[in-house]
């Protein structure tokens, strides 16, 4: 089936006439009617009526018709988008970010982005370290932003960002907020309810670690939701390990806790040898120039 052959049904079937539609498609109605011909014997069947001046749909026409309209239709906005894609207008750029990682840290570097590359098209994938280390060895993403992907190999080149603890996050009107002495936390918090994400990198924060900190972990809240995991923090269901750079809203509070000794850092990922797109390229080299120490007291 050729995009031609269709292009002159759906004219036909819009002018109910060969000498019309032959020249709204500038061709000879002999040219038109072959290949609408080509078409019908494609399908395996009558598309067309024709009756003298006057033709009209078949049922198998009829049922075709929404179905070529829609072929017809994706053709052509392929065209286009491939013809802008190649003029440089129009540019994917895939990314992976970790959960735990609020994308709101990397908004100056988009937003320079996007006035660089305004036909820009962002694709931000959330996922543990482990999802993260396969959409980029299989090529589904260019950059990948979090902490430690789990797992290494040669080809995987790692810029450092910034280094964080992981805090205590309580809603801000929590019990726990308002204690001040931390050693004073440890006894209440054996009483609280854990609130953790079910994708959350287990090369960060085990589980484990928790238990030997002092916090139940046997009936813990569990979600997959970033906003569920915040929602509940707030309405008091629980409370949460996360990094000091998460969640930073004025409805939470972020504890440090001596008796989580535990830290990450956040970096940015790619793939060594690996051609880079333009867009990723310049992402890559907003992100490792900027100063995200002054950032993160900011």
């Not at 129009?90 to 937003?111: E, K, N, P, Q, R």
């Not at 993403?141 to 992907?149: N, P, R």
């Not at 979600?223 to 915040?230: A, F, G, I, Q, Y």
Request: glycine share 6%; charged share 25%.
């Amino acid at each position: 089936m050729e995009m031609q052959q269709v292009r002159y049904f759906l004219a036909v079937a819009k002018t109910l006439n060969f000498t019309r539609a032959a020249e709204q498609c500038n061709v000879t109605q002999p040219a038109l009617t072959r290949a609408i011909k080509q078409l019908e014997d494609e399908l395996g069947g009558e598309l067309i009526r024709r009756e003298g001046r006057l033709s009209h749909l078949t049922d198998l026409g009829d049922r075709m018709l929404p179905l070529l309209t829609q072929c017809y239709e994706s053709a052509q906005t392929a065209k286009v988008l491939a013809a802008k894609v190649k003029s440089g207008d129009l540019a994917t750029l895939a990314v992976g970010v970790s959960i735990t990682l609020d994308v709101a840290l990397l908004l100056s570097a988009l937003a320079e982005l996007q006035r660089a590359f305004p036909g820009l098209q962002l694709q931000i994938r959330r996922g543990n370290g482990m999802q993260i280390a396969e959409w980029l060895k299989n090529g589904e993403i260019e950059l990948a932003f979090g902490g430690a992907l789990g797992e290494s190999w040669d080809r995987l080149d790692c810029w450092p960002m910034f280094s964080e603890s992981f805090d205590l996050v309580v809603a801000g009107d929590h019990e726990l907020a308002r204690i001040n002495d931390i050693e004073l936390r440890v006894e209440v918090l054996r009483k609280e309810r854990l609130l953790v994400h079910s994708l959350q990198d287990g090369s960060e924060l085990t589980l484990a670690s928790l238990e030997q900190a002092g916090i139940r972990t046997d009936d813990a809240h569990e979600v997959s939701c970033n906003r569920d995991l915040e929602a509940l923090v707030e309405a008091k269901f629980g409370v949460a390990v996360l990094p000091h750079s998460t969640f930073q809203s004025g409805e939470l509070r972020h504890l440090p806790w001596p008796g989580l000794d535990l830290r990450r850092t956040v970096a940015v990922y790619t793939i060594a040898g690996r051609s880079r797109s333009r867009e990723a390229s310049a992402l890559l080299n907003l992100v490792r120039s900027a100063d995200w120490e002054a950032r993160l007291v900011a």
